[in-house]
């Protein structure tokens, strides 16, 4: 079973960056769509970037397009978020998911989540 660990989260000021990154146990992740979500203290659980299989194909959540950057490495079997220029407002637990989606944005198209790290983002 394939399973997910995130790192990367903690503190940053409005403005700056943090990247994300997600491990897979195992070399399956590399056949799976991969997704960013995130929930906020109070709020539904919600979609943030994907990357197809193949990687040959981004998308996006409205808020977060031309800030964060998704990407992954099949020889490290890994997939990061690279998030800039960031507002308090993406203050959230972020999660890694994979699945074979075909929908990437929706949630319930995943079959493995990571336990989630926290981004902070003080004003």
């Known amino acids: 079973q394939v399973q997910l660990v995130e790192s990367g989260g903690g503190l940053a000021q409005a403005g700056g960056s943090l990247r994300l990154s997600c491990a897979a146990s195992?070399?399956?992740?590399?056949?799976?769509?991969m997704g960013w979500f995130r929930q906020a203290s109070g709020k539904e659980r919600e979609f943030v970037a994907a990357m197809t299989y193949r990687g040959d194909a981004t998308y996006y959540a409205d808020s977060v397009r031309g800030r964060f950057t998704i990407s992954r490495d099949f020889d490290k079997v890994t997939v990061d978020l690279q998030m800039n220029t960031l507002k308090p407002e993406d203050t959230a637990v972020y999660y890694c998911a994979a699945g074979r989606a075909e929908h990437l944005h929706l949630q319930n198209e995943y079959n493995y989540w990571g336990q989630g790290t926290q981004v902070t983002v003080s004003s």
């Open positions: 195992e070399r399956t992740f590399n056949s799976y769509a």
